[in-house]
């Protein structure tokens, strides 16, 4: 199996060498950039598997950064701040980050986030696809048509898609969404998953204040739903 190639985006050339050293050490090919426009010339050229992202870097910074490297790659996301409120996590997943580590982060907890995000980005079980009267999911091409338009989906989005899909009109509680999309460690992160559920509501929703697919289970989480079984008057609890 090749070596997942990084591309590490930093303008801080000390943590640049801490970040090549020991990412080298596990077995990754490292690729750096110090701006975001060398990050996104970077991607354009060379597809890495993965990108670590600071947020705050010379030039477009690192959230324009992600905007515009998620409009031609779906390769994770991971950024880097030490920044921890959470409307800059709502702003960086809302970006189509995949997720967030604060700085001072240590190194093992970086691996893990790593090892993760690669492992959710791998090909998994093949889902038929779900088709309806305005809305078809092939998973196999990861395309989505909302009334005869492609719509275009962070990873993010299509895995919390997936995972919903895949467990069709079953309720999903926050935890296991986050579990299976995120990765083990998380749970109480709510936050990333109603970032998420938002947007996809805004972009396969027709009504996304009444949704007809994507439903919250109060108290609960979501369920994914046929329209012919969603409930005429969807839960008015916020998500």
Not at 199 to 222: F, H, M, S
Request: one cysteine or more; glycine letters at 6%.
């Amino acid at each position: 199996m090749n070596a997942a190639a990084i591309l590490v985006v930093d303008d801080e050339p000390q943590i640049r060498r801490v970040m090549r050293t020991t990412l080298s050490t596990h077995g990754y090919v490292i690729r750096e950039a110090t701006t975001g426009e060398e990050a996104v010339e970077a991607v354009r050229k060379e597809r890495p598997d993965l990108i670590l992202l600071d947020v705050n870097m010379p030039g477009i910074g690192g959230i324009e950064a992600a905007r515009e490297i998620r409009e031609m790659c779906d390769a994770p996301i991971i950024m880097l701040t030490v920044r921890n409120a959470e409307r800059d996590k709502v702003v960086a997943l809302d970006a189509g980050a995949d997720d967030y580590v604060v700085k001072p982060f240590g190194i093992e907890e970086l691996l893990a986030r790593i090892r993760a995000a690669l492992r959710r980005y791998a090909p998994g079980d093949a889902i038929p696809t779900f088709t309806a009267k305005d809305l078809t999911i092939d998973f196999e091409n990861r395309q989505v048509v909302v009334r005869g338009r492609d719509v275009h989906l962070t990873p993010k989005e299509f895995d919390v898609l997936k995972h919903l899909v895949g467990n069709l009109g079953k309720p999903l509680s926050h935890r296991r969404l986050l579990q299976a999309v995120w990765g083990p460690e998380y749970g109480e992160e709510t936050e990333n998953l109603r970032v998420v559920i938002n947007q996809l509501r805004k972009k396969i929703e027709n009504d996304p204040a009444r949704p007809k697919y994507i439903l919250t289970e109060p108290w609960v989480g979501y369920r994914f739903a046929s329209p012919k079984n969603a409930p005429a008057k969807p839960a008015s609890r916020k998500s």
